[in-house]
């Protein structure tokens, strides 16, 4: 009696979505960090961007200690842990003490799954005014009352400043450290990439026209609340409306990224 043989069936596989997702995002944030160069808002190799990837593990993505954000490929960001300590063998450092803000603003924020940190001149120089961030252009208008001030408390090595910084941010997308720098936050590196992008503009606007030494003009506050609303996203009864602007916006920059960087996907 010859025996059956059961028919053999090609296996499936299911795609890995974790690990697309995560090639994905090593991708957009490999762009960030050179639209940040390309922008001149880079301190050589001393400021982060992070992202968080899918699943419980709280891992994410940061710079590899000692290259410059003109370095940056998707391939060498480095993979930590909340504590900032690398869950992968390789061939670059972290800098712990670097990933003290952000790890702060990752555990206190959910949404917050980019934050990026910059020590700009024009930002650096509003961060040291009393008065910080003046409404003296619609670029700042849309951190109208959504913006967070931090006091310096020294180079951010102690764990105990962590509570005081997200109490600070609570719920902003933005927040001036004082003496310091800017942090923003985004649900994607790209929302977090163009919060950063106008807020050191309205940085750049601000020292310009206190610069030539002329009168400054600050809109009413009434005005001030209805632009960042406008370009926030919220509810603002405007008679049009353009919920499209951000999207094609960084859609822009990512076609930028690939032209003046090809090798950030590396």
């Not at 499936?12 to 922008?39: G, I, N, Q």
């Not at 910059?118 to 913006?147: D, I, W, Y």
């Not at 933005?174 to 936050?185: C, D, E, F, P």
């Not at 960084?250 to 690939?258: E, K, M, P, V, Y």
Request: with cysteine; aromatic share 6%; hydrophobic share 40%.
């Amino acid at each position: 009696m010859t025996p059956t043989t059961a028919p053999t069936t090609e296996p499936t596989t299911e795609p890995d979505t974790a690990t697309a997702e995560e090639h994905r995002l090593r991708r957009e944030l490999a762009a960030v960090y050179r639209l940040v160069a390309h922008f001149r808002m880079t301190d050589l190799i001393f400021t982060h961007i992070s992202v968080r990837l899918p699943g419980p593990e709280q891992h994410f993505l940061i710079n590899p200690y000692g290259l410059l954000f003109e370095e940056i490929t998707a391939s060498n960001l480095v993979k930590i842990d909340l504590a900032g300590n690398p869950v992968e063998e390789g061939p670059h450092p972290v800098n712990p003490a670097g990933f003290v803000i952000h790890s702060a603003v990752h555990a206190a924020r959910p949404d917050a799954h980019c934050v990026l940190h910059t020590h700009t001149r024009a930002g650096c120089a509003v961060a040291a005014q009393q008065g910080g961030l003046l409404p003296l252009n619609q670029m700042s208008m849309e951190f109208h009352r959504r913006l967070g001030y931090h006091d310096y408390e020294g180079v951010a090595l102690n764990l105990d400043e962590q509570r005081r910084l997200v109490a600070d941010l609570g719920g902003h997308p933005a927040m001036i450290l004082r003496n310091h720098g800017l942090l923003t936050v985004g649900a994607t590196p790209g929302r977090a990439f163009l919060r950063m992008y106008y807020l050191e503009r309205a940085c750049q606007i601000q020292t310009t026209a206190q610069a030539t030494g002329a009168p400054l003009v600050l809109p009413d506050d009434g005005v001030c609340e209805l632009t960042a609303r406008q370009l926030s996203g919220e509810a603002h009864g405007s008679d049009l409306q353009d919920d499209q602007a951000y999207d094609l916006a960084w859609a822009a920059l990512l076609r930028l990224a690939h032209r003046i960087a090809p090798d950030h996907t590396d």
